[in-house]
């Protein structure tokens, strides 16, 4: 920079001297051309004055560049330098480590190498040792080589000894050998001798054993076919058995059933009505039988729960399962079934009431499931001369006395015209059978409906259920004691 500097200053001096040496001798020769010449000699003076000033000011500038540039490199080199010095001190510790390190090593190669001196003084050593065993070895095996060269030899002598021995005592084996051979032979002989005779019991025996085995066999055939027909037997037997134990139980509760039936029924000595019946300690409702006189017995049903029990049942209407649109006779006799729907019969009705005092009770159901019953203090029905006439005594009870009317009449069958209507049959007009008059008050024997109607057919009770056709009824007869 400062040589830049000093050379771009020497340049300027040179140039501005030169421009003055030209100007000079155009001066001079102007001077020489001109007399008037001191004025721009003092002109040309000024001027270079003028320029010293300006370079004077130049090279002081310059100089102060250059300070400054002095100062800028001496510390720009001093850092420079500090770094060199720095990274040589680390060159100089790496330069030191590494140093130390192949110390290190050379001491390293140098006791491995001892080492190895060493080792290879113990491996000559051993070497030398092992050379000497082996030596020593050798000595033995040549000694054991001839001990076993010796002891060949002693053990040649004795194989010898005892071929000779053993030929000796071949020749007095061989005699014997003759003599056991010939003694043989004979026990051969005998032997073939006692085989045949054997062979022949063999056979004998194989074909009896033959036959013992096939009789064997047939029998084993025959007690397993059995065994199976007693198997099978067993088991049918078993199953038989099991039906026969199962019909034996259904046939037990038939007969006990049976029992208590025939029991009911056969108590029959003394027991005239389901008074009686009640009075013998019989709580229960149901069929029993009952003998009110000389005659022959029939079957009633019981009533034991209404008002104490003891009711003998002689009519009920319950489903219309029964036609009871029947004639005289089916109505003297009775019909139907004690446990559902029936008519006991004018001729069974006739001999309870002919023997005692009874009351009559009817009890009703509407079909609104409304119940009621009407109770006469007297009731008796004559006999079939008098057509079953009804007599009926005073009543008592909810459902209305619609008896009273019918009082005094005989039954009316639609076979049988006792009413009192003379232009018809009340039992046919009412589809019934009853103590019509002309007609009813009271049809309990009529026409089955399933619902409340009021047909003149249906089964009424006039004035009970306005008059409509009712779901059940009942007639039942107690003896007053
Ligand atoms: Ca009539």
């Known amino acids: 920079m400062g040589l830049l500097i000093r050379s771009l200053l020497v340049v300027l001096i040179v140039k501005s001297q030169v421009e003055l040496q030209v100007e000079a001798s155009s001066n001079q020769r102007t001077v020489s051309c001109d007399v008037d010449t001191s004025s721009k000699v003092a002109e040309l003076r000024l001027i270079v004055e003028n320029y010293l000033v300006i370079l004077e000011d130049e090279l002081r500038n310059t100089q102060d560049q250059v300070k400054e540039l002095k100062v800028l490199m001496t510390e720009t080199v001093s850092s420079e330098l500090e770094d060199t010095r720095r990274t040589m001190a680390a060159i100089s510790t790496i330069q030191e480590t590494a140093t130390s390190e192949h110390e290190e090593t050379r001491r390293m190669v140098s006791e491995l190498q ?6 290879q003084e113990t491996a000559t050593s051993e070497q030398e040792e092992t050379r000497r ?19 060949q030899e002693e053990t040649r002598r004795m194989v010898s000894e005892l071929q000779a021995a053993v030929s000796t005592n071949q020749e007095t084996a061989t005699s014997e050998q003759e003599e056991t051979r010939r003694m043989v032979s004979e026990l051969q002989t005998a032997a073939r001798r006692t085989m045949a005779a054997i062979s022949t019991n063999q056979e004998t025996a194989t074909s009896e054993q ?5 009789m064997v066999s047939e029998l084993q055939t025959a007690v397993s076919t059995n065994q199976q027909k007693v198997t099978v037997a067993l088991r049918n037997t078993t199953l038989q058995l099991k039906d026969t134990r199962r019909e034996m139980g259904v046939i037990g509760r038939q007969v006990e059933e049976l029992q208590e039936s025939v029991s009911r029924l056969t108590k029959i000595h003394g027991v005239r009505d389901c008074s009686d019946v009640l009075a013998r300690g019989e709580a229960r409702s149901g069929v029993y039988a009952a003998k009110p006189d000389s005659g022959r017995p029939f079957k009633v049903y019981c009533d034991m729960e209404t008002d104490g029990g003891g009711w003998t049942v002689f009519q009920r209407r319950q489903d219309g399962s029964v036609d009871f649109y029947l004639d005289f006779a089916n109505y003297s006799r009775g019909f139907g079934n004690l446990e559902g729907e029936f008519w006991l019969g004018n001729d069974n009705l006739h001999r309870l009431t ?14 609104d499931d409304d119940t009621g019953f009407a109770l006469y203090e007297s009731f008796g029905i004559a006999d079939v001369s008098d057509n079953y006439r009804l ?7 909810t459902a209305g006395d619609w008896l009273a009317y019918h ?10 015209d006792n009413d009192l209507w003379s232009s018809g049959n009340c039992a046919q007009d009412r589809h019934g059978a009853w103590w019509y008059y002309s007609c009813a008050a009271s049809n309990l024997n009529g026409r089955y409906f399933n619902w409340a ?7 009424r009770w006039n004035g009970f259920s306005a008059s409509r056709s009712l779901k059940t009824t009942e007639m039942k007869i107690r003896r007053k004691v």
């Open 133 to 151: 065993m082996v030596s020593e070895l050798q000595v033995a095996v040549s000694t054991n080589q001839e001990t076993a060269t010796s002891e």
């Open 453 to 459: 109607t009021t047909n003149n057919e249906g089964i």
């Open 391 to 397: 007599t009926v005594g005073s009543y008592n009870g």
């Open 114 to 119: 001892v080492a190895v001196s060493t080792n």
């Open 210 to 214: 033959e036959e013992t085995r096939r």
């Open 407 to 416: 009082n005094n009449q005989a039954f009316t069958t639609k076979d049988r």
């Open 354 to 367: 002919a023997q005692g005092e009874y009351e009559l009770r009817v009890d009703l159901t509407s079909f």
